[in-house]
């Protein structure tokens, strides 16, 4: 076959082969945190900017107490991003936490997957006040957005509304009283989630610059799971502090890396601003 007649086939089977690694990568990526959208269209409102949730309202007059900043890996250690978390103290005492997320998986030099979640939290004696959060999924928008009434929490989402319990902890690790709940609401879509947390019992994690001992638990979806996945890993020191996370989900394990001092961040607080540490480990006469 002459070369000029060759050429046009060769060309046209490259770009099809092309189009098949993109898609694949899309693939890959769309299941790497919680599987991917779920099945039916959000009807959240689409942020100003298409590569960012929408902004999260300032509370003024806060002063930063702690920070958490963990690095986020995929598969054999490939970098994935950041999670942040910021607790602050208003000048009326409320505990205001501000948490910021954000994803980016690459294959082959293509960006196959984009994630970027952030949350606004207020907490007034002990009790979540107020939540806003806001999340693209790879182009997948969602929004929740609650407040505290006499009877319950009442929340609002791309998802629909629902009034969750008074005391409800939402799902952003940050307070170990995720310890001891039997009911999460997901700050992702705003339905709340029932679930189980078991103490898998104390290891040596690194963490920071230091390797450190701390008490894995595991905690299990029992209702409204994430689409792909049913159980997250996370490990605390005995002070509270959040030091590590890690979930399966669809084929891809994600850990997340604290960074920073060793001691940063050292002692969360609750809400109401007592001391507050996991659960005193079970007696075993």
């Known amino acids: 076959m002459p070369h000029d007649t060759l050429a046009p086939i060769v060309a046209k089977r490259a770009c099809r082969a092309g ?3 993109v898609r694949a990568a899309l693939i890959v990526g769309a299941t790497l945190i919680w599987g991917g959208p779920p099945a039916r269209a959000s009807t959240a409102t689409p942020p100003e900017r298409e590569d960012a949730p929408a902004a999260m309202p300032s509370t003024p007059g806060t002063t930063v107490e702690r920070s958490l900043d963990f690095s986020a890996h995929y598969g054999r250690d490939t970098p994935l ?39 606004h939290e207020v907490w007034h004696e002990g009790r979540l006040a107020a939540l806003d959060s806001s999340t693209d999924d790879n182009g997948q928008k ?36 995720i310890l001891t709940a039997s009911r999460l609401l ?35 979806f029992i209702t409204n ?43 969360v607080a609750s809400p109401s601003g007592t001391e507050a540490g996991p659960p005193a480990p079970e007696r075993r006469d």
């Open 19 to 21: 189009a098949t690694l």
């Open 81 to 119: 991003g950041h999670h942040r978390v910021t607790v602050a103290k208003a000048a009326n005492g409320d505990t205001v936490v501000d948490v910021d997320i954000r994803f980016e998986a690459k294959l082959l030099m293509i960006t196959a997957y984009r994630y970027h979640h952030v949350s």
């Open 142 to 177: 969602d929004w929740v957005k609650g407040h505290a009434v006499e009877d319950g929490f009442a929340v609002e989402s791309s998802h629909g509304a629902v009034t969750a319990p008074a005391d409800i902890i939402p799902t952003s690790y940050w307070n170990p009283a």
């Open 186 to 220: 997901d700050t992702i879509r705003g339905v709340v989630m029932d679930v189980k947390v078991e103490r898998q019992g104390q290891e040596m994690i690194h963490a920071g610059d230091a390797t450190v001992a701390a008490t894995h638990y595991s905690l299990g």
């Open 225 to 267: 799971p994430p689409p792909a996945t049913n159980r997250v890993d996370f490990w605390y020191d005995d002070s509270g502090r959040w030091l590590k996370l890690a979930f399966h989900a669809r084929g891809h394990d994600v850990a997340y890396a604290l960074q920073g001092p060793s001691n940063a961040g050292a002692l």
